[in-house]
């Protein structure tokens, strides 16, 4: 727990008000980053925007509508899905790999080790993880035929690495490494005193979690799900590797129209796409800073 | 305690061989050119052999590839410590209430998709800026953007642990000057935040490919969309190489950076 | 017709009205053997001034020709770019091979007035109409323009087809032991999970390619693509279709070794195949024969304009067209260098049958625009969705 002394705070409400420019022109300060985040963020998003409120070839209503619409909303809810159902897998091994890694206080070298790997992993994506795990899981995986040998035979139980499930499975191997780094410093708050002092009180494992535990870590949990929710609806890389099952994505699906060899002339309907997921983004982003100023207040 | 000790190791392990055997895999592909099919005990030993990673670390063109992504990485993490290091500070120090704020601009980059940022990017600068975009250099300040929610947490949450701002006023009216107050009082709060920022925004950098390919810049990454096609097990073995190396890198500078906030306070959301 | 043509028109007559009335007869009809041979004679005359000798010394002045898109392995385009970089000592990088068309214009646009802006592109017969609409091209006619068959060069002069190739089932018999010869068979459910198209065809030309040549087995055509989306659903809902995507790795590890590809995406592997100890057969399905195209052409107001129309009549040429054969792509002039003798048996091993080829039809402009609008409303509730 912080105690903090915000001594500034008791003097504050003694000084006379500010005048409007008084209090405006330490914002200054902040502008050159305001200004850097404006000129390579903001002006092209807005650019986004702008075409997507065009139509697209073919068509007469605004490309954002369009994309709203028949198999291009069922991509949209699809990629969503895809991103919560990984989110919460992954939030949850996750917190429980850090839990794990903290109570191991002793062995500081498998700390470090889980530590190091996690940041890595974190950062994989794409065409090398799809195939490691094609070279693992696929039909002609290493694995495969391992477990083959053993009579476990993958395909004849449906399982397919290039299918939803797969998919998820894959995802997983940078969302769990990545909810594992949110969460170590959340949980290394969380003082070994609080612990002994409920079960001093007759707490069991149980009860601390739920009465003390997870409401501190509640916050950290929050923003760990969004994080890799974002990471979740924006990831297209690993998904175009593994193709097919990955073409239902929106992030995939961007690329038919904006980057593709066949379709010509639907560039609209890609920025409306892609203006789509920023929406859906924003959403969720205000989501959690709603309810993380909420548990926050708990806290305190 | 003892109990869990247990669960946890058991827990460690499972995760630890989700993480190594796809790597397993991969390499044994990359290191072996005995097709799958063909693998069996009399085969386990055969045709081992490091010629497509020569082939691929030697090449002009990983080299080429290389060199440019080390030279955005590090440009990037400079430009990226020279915008938020000034910002962080002055926030902490001399305007709290614009914490919020600054938080906010700095997870917009989630909001936004690569993909969606580097079509904007693409029609917005086009047609009023374009020799910008044909720079490679370019790239900076949108990796910069893109590495923002964690370079920024980074700096962030060091600064946070402390109260920076009573410590500064404290060393103002004790008398030290404000270069001293910067050299003993702000800088080495800031040293672990700077480490763990400097590298996240290298990995992310090391591994961006979506902007580099679309305005043809010859990254890494795309070096490796690109010899996939005539040489996939030289490639691979690159790959697995830059992953054993930064997690080398990592636990050097874990190490390094000893103390309480190590490389884990790096993403405290 | 260009000034170059007429010069060399002047050279003709000036050697004598027969063979002048002999090469106007040649001129722009389908070759026969007289006709070839005149046509030999006719090459070679040509040969002196072709390419043109001032397009090849600015050229040569420019000193670099900006590329894109072309993989190495496509249709050896590495044996084609170093036979150019070889002859005329004039760079050619190419930047982001594993682009799209679309990266293309993408890279055209962005890129317009810049130093590394594409010279020459290479792209599917659907952005090679974009690029006209948008004003792109730069007219040039190759010196060899009239040895072009009609159906595989603009009429006004835009671009040119250097090379075409036919849909096939590319087969890792390491893998699969009986081959399938033909759509109907890949259904059989001893194929489960083994058949693989290049990519999602809203995105891939090979896997549009794929699903037209689909529709041609199963009762469609040019103008009904319907059939091919259905023959695709199918082969998913029975398992025989695999997800994965087809990249080198991806055949070399055997993950997708039943593989719906152009002809000339195939012999690019081959090494690499040879040095994994994989066997590998490729056969064009005899239910369904589609041949597709892609464009190449000089882009309008790029910084080196001669060294990019050097470019084009390089892929034009003996050399260019060679290349491609080796790389198992048929060659716009193919019909001429057989006739002329310039294809050994080794190179033909490389190509599909020659009654095939002869046969080849291209879709329209308008029939591909149409099937592409049919793919984009019922792929992805058929196929992709399912």
């Known amino acids: 727990m912080n105690i903090t002394v915000w001594s500034g705070r008791g003097s504050l409400s003694e000084r006379a008000p500010l005048g409007f420019l008084q209090r405006v022109r330490p914002w200054f300060g902040v502008s050159p980053f305001a200004i850097f985040v404006g000129i390579f963020l903001l002006w092209p998003s807005f650019s986004v925007f702008r075409s997507a409120l065009q139509p697209a070839e073919g068509s007469s209503k605004p490309a954002m509508l369009e994309a709203i619409s028949g198999q291009y909303l069922s991509s949209i809810l699809f990629s969503m899905r895809m991103s919560a159902i990984t989110a919460t897998l992954g939030m949850v091994i996750g917190t429980l790999v850090a839990i794990a890694v903290v109570s191991l206080d002793r062995m500081r070298g498998l700390r470090n080790l889980m530590v190091g790997y996690s ?69 290394d708050g969380l003082k070994s005193t609080l612990r002994e002092a409920a079960s001093n009180l007759g707490a069991s494992s149980r009860q601390y979690w739920k009465s003390i535990g997870i409401p501190l870590l509640t916050p950290s949990l929050l923003g760990g799900f969004l994080l890799l929710f974002a990471n979740a609806f924006s990831a297209y890389a690993t998904a175009f590797a593994l193709s097919a099952g990955g073409s239902r994505l929106v992030s995939v699906q961007i690329r038919f129209y904006l980057q593709g060899n066949t379709i010509t002339g639907k560039s609209n309907l890609g920025y409306a796409l892609a203006a789509w997921m920023i929406i859906v983004m924003v959403v969720a982003m205000s989501g959690y800073l709603g309810l993380r100023r909420v548990s926050e207040r708990w806290r305190r | 305690m003892k109990r869990n000790n247990v669960w946890a190791k058991i827990l460690l392990f499972t995760v630890g061989a989700f993480y190594v055997l796809p790597m397993l895999a991969m390499a044994r ?168 920022a400097s590298f996240l925004t290298f990995a992310v950098v090391l591994g961006e490919f979506t902007i580099a390919s679309l305005l043809l810049k010859f990254t890494l990454p795309a070096y490796m969309a690109e ?25 050097v500078m874990n190490r390094i950076t000893r103390g309480k906030s190590q490389i884990v306070s790096t993403i405290g959301i | 017709m260009t000034q170059h043509k007429k010069v060399t028109k002047k050279v003709q007559i000036a050697l004598g ?74 760079k050619d990088p190419v930047a982001n091979p594993d682009g799209s068309s679309a990266d293309e214009l993408t890279a055209v646009e962005t890129l317009a007035g810049q130093p590394d802006m594409p010279d020459a592109v290479d792209v599917s017969p659907a952005f090679a109409q974009e690029f006209d609409t948008k004003g792109h ?11 072009i068959p009609t159906t595989l060069k603009d009429p006004a002069g835009n671009w040119v ?27 059989d459910p001893k194929y489960k999970g083994l058949v693989a198209i290049n990519g999602d065809p809203r995105q891939s030309g090979a896997a549009f390619a794929a699903v037209m040549a689909a529709a041609i087995a199963n009762g469609g055509s040019f103008d009904d693509i319907l059939p091919g989306i259905k023959y695709f659903a199918e082969l998913k809902k029975s398992g025989n279709l695999s997800a994965s995507d087809v990249t080198a790795a991806s055949v070399i590890s055997g993950e997708t070794p039943l593989v719906l590809d152009w002809t000339y995406n195939y012999p690019g592997l081959a090494p690499t195949l040879a040095e994994n100890n994989i066997t590998f057969q490729v056969a064009v399905p005899t239910d369904g024969v589609y041949g597709g195209y892609y464009a190449q052409g000089v882009v309008k107001n790029s910084p080196h304009q001669n060294a990019a ?6 892929l034009i040429s003996d050399e260019g067209a060679l290349g491609y054969i080796v790389g198992g792509a048929i060659p716009a002039r193919f019909d001429a260098l057989v006739a002329a003798g310039k294809v050994t048996p080794e190179m033909m091993a490389n190509l599909p049958d020659p009654a095939l080829i002869k046969d080849i039809k291209f879709p329209s402009a308008e029939q591909v625009a149409k099937a592409k609008e049919v793919l984009t409303a019922q792929w992805g509730p058929l196929v992709a969705d399912k």
């Open chain 1, 119 to 187: 940041a890595v992993a974190a950062n994989l994506g794409g065409i090398p993880l799809a195939f490691a795990f094609i070279a693992s899981l696929g039909m002609q995986g290493l694995y495969t035929k391992i477990l083959s040998a053993f009579g476990i035979n993958l395909s004849d139980m449906g399982f397919k690495i290039s299918d939803f499930s797969g998919i998820v499975i894959v995802y997983l191997y940078f969302q769990i490494p990545l909810m594992t780094l949110v969460m170590l410093p959340a949980v």
């Open chain 2, 29 to 196: 592909f990359s290191f072996q050119r005995v097709p799958v099919i063909k693998l069996g005990w009399s085969t386990l030993l055969k045709n081992w052999t490091f010629e497509p990673m020569f082939d691929a670390v030697t090449s002009d063109r990983f080299l080429e590839a290389g060199w440019l992504s080390v030279r955005l990485a590090i440009l990037s993490v400079l430009l990226s410590l020279l915008i938020l290091v000034p910002t962080t500070v002055y926030v902490h120090v001399r305007l709290m209430k614009a914490r919020a704020f600054v938080e906010l601009l700095s997870i917009l980059p989630f909001v936004v998709p690569p993909i969606a940022l580097v079509v904007g990017i693409s029609s917005a600068m086009r047609s009023t800026i374009p020799s910008f975009l044909s720079s490679p250099f370019s790239l900076v300040p949108f990796y910069v953007v893109i590495a923002l929610p964690f370079s920024f947490r980074s700096l962030d949450v060091g600064l946070s642990s402390i109260d920076l701002k009573t410590l500064v006023e404290a060393s103002r009216s004790l008398g030290a000057g404000w270069l001293r107050t910067v050299r003993s009082v702000i800088l080495p709060n800031l040293k672990v935040g700077v480490v763990n």
């Open chain 2, 227 to 251: 010899a996939q096609g005539n040489n996939p097990q030289g490639t691979f073995t690159v790959g697995l190489l830059l992953l054993v190396v930064s997690a080398l890198l990592l636990g």
């Open chain 3, 17 to 90: 009205l027969a063979t002048a009335g002999l090469f106007l007869g040649a001129c722009g009809s389908s070759k026969s053997a007289t006709e070839a041979s005149v046509a030999v004679t006719e090459t070679t005359v040509m040969a002196a001034d072709c390419p043109a000798a001032d397009i090849v010394d600015a050229a040569k002045a420019e000193g670099q020709v900006n590329l894109i898109t072309l993989p190495d392995t496509w249709a050896n385009y590495k044996g084609i770019l170093a036979s150019y970089r070889d002859k005329y000592g004039i």
């Open chain 3, 137 to 147: 091209w730069e007219p040039y006619q190759p010196c060899l323009w009239d040895e």
């Open chain 3, 161 to 187: 087809a250097a090379y075409y190739g036919l849909m096939a089932i590319g087969v890792n018999t390491t893998v699969v032991t009986e081959v399938p010869k033909s759509f109907a068979d890949l259904k």
């Open chain 3, 309 to 314: 129309k050097l470019w084009i009549d390089h």
